[in-house]
């Protein structure tokens, strides 16, 4: 059996196994890639404050008043901060679960929001997060909607199946002379040109063009999808190099620690005061370290430190610069699937691409369908 015949077999079956997947991952991409920019428009009401006159309220009292309202069995978990007057404070209180149910939702107990105003302490919206449809996105997009560990596994092999796809389909499609390259690169419809020869320009056209960028999605979607594959690309960044310890500062002058948290939130804001946002990752059992992350629209200016929560001592900060490679490959690769990594352009790219990977198996499934069928019904 030739090799072509041989590829163009794999190919079929490969596009019909993963094929509806692909499409879910493509779409859902889409959205995705945007979602910074789409959720301060959809969500008004929750994220922007009616007034911003008067002074903001100690954020130790913000904390309790959050607490306040979920109760006891219900610890605050995080908070958000954006670095604007005119933004509600985000608290959010989860915690995780080990039943057997086989759902994304059954992954946690509870994961809710509150929307409080921080002029006045006032709740603005409660929010049921695990059904927030953006989170739904994120997850139809991360596990098909099921269990991590049931879910991100077949949602990493049908993104293997897409790479097998890309470079089988190049292979199948590209031109064997000079002569035919001169009409394969671009779309040449004339009027009289019919919807199955322009279907298939679409799927071949389309996939050639975004098979580099395809590749790149699909590779650092693999990073998400399968925890060895992600372990092997840090090994193999890191060799013959070595991470900065984080600065140490245990030794720097203890905050008061009179309402620790709004010293700690002063000090932060001092250090990195043009940060897009802050986010507080609150210390659980007995702990009392509190995480925050000083975020930046630049991945490589995002910052994390660590604090004392009861004296307000800053404990260590690390910088992406400090970093070992394979970290920073790890802290980037969210970025690079996004398209976020260079900004507007980027994500426009992806958004692209995302769009046209989600219809590539319905154009090759028609062409299948087409070739298969299609001549019997002329003969009918």
Not at 2 to 20: E, M, P, Q
Not at 97 to 124: A, C, Q, R
Not at 298 to 318: D, E, H, P
Request: with cysteine; charged share 20%; proline share 4%.
């Amino acid at each position: 059996m030739k090799l072509k015949t041989i590829l163009i077999s794999i190919h079929l079956w490969v596009g019909i196994f993963s094929g509806l997947i692909v499409v879910i991952l493509g779409l859902t991409g889409c959205v995705l890639t945007f979602v910074d920019e789409i959720r301060p428009l959809v969500y008004a009401d929750r994220l922007e404050v009616p007034s911003t006159q008067g002074t903001q309220i100690s954020l130790q009292e913000m904390v309790q008043k959050a607490q306040y309202i979920w109760g006891k069995d219900k610890p605050v978990s995080a908070l958000e901060i954006q670095n604007k007057s005119d933004k509600t404070f985000h608290f959010r209180s989860y915690q995780e679960d080990d039943n057997n149910g086989i759902w994304y939702w059954n992954e946690k107990k509870f994961y809710e929001s509150l929307f409080m105003d921080p002029y006045t302490g006032k709740l603005v919206f409660y929010e049921r997060s695990e059904f927030e449809f953006f989170r739904v996105i994120l997850y139809l997009h991360w596990s098909l909607l099921l269990k991590t560990d049931l879910g991100q596994p077949i949602v990493g092999i049908a993104t293997l199946l897409y790479l097998i796809l890309l470079i089988t389909g190049v292979y199948l499609w590209w031109p064997k002379n000079k002569k035919a390259r001169r009409v394969r690169f671009w779309f040449r419809w004339k009027a009289d040109t019919g919807i199955k020869r322009k279907n298939y320009d679409l799927h071949n056209i389309l996939g050639f063009y975004s098979l580099s960028i395809g590749i790149v999605i699909a590779l650092t979607g693999l990073i998400f999808a399968f925890p060895w594959f992600n372990t092997g690309v840090q090994r193999l960044l890191n060799i013959r190099t070595q991470a900065e310890m984080p600065i140490s500062l245990n030794s720097e002058r203890e905050i008061p620690k009179d309402k620790p948290l709004d010293n700690i939130l002063t000090d932060i804001k001092k250090k990195y005061p043009d940060a897009t946002a802050y986010h507080f990752y609150f210390p659980r059992g007995s702990s009392s370290v509190v995480t925050i992350l000083a975020r930046y629209e630049s991945i490589f200016k995002t910052t994390q430190a660590q604090y004392n929560i009861i004296s307000g001592r800053l404990i260590q900060a690390n910088t992406f610069d400090r970093k070992d490679r394979g970290e920073k490959f790890r802290d980037i690769n969210y970025g690079i699937h996004t398209g976020s990594i260079l900004g507007l352009p980027s994500k426009i790219l992806v958004f692209l691409i995302s769009l046209i990977s989600a219809s590539l198996p319905i154009t090759g499934f028609l062409i299948w369908y087409n070739k298969k069928w299609g001549k019997r019904r002329m003969r009918t």
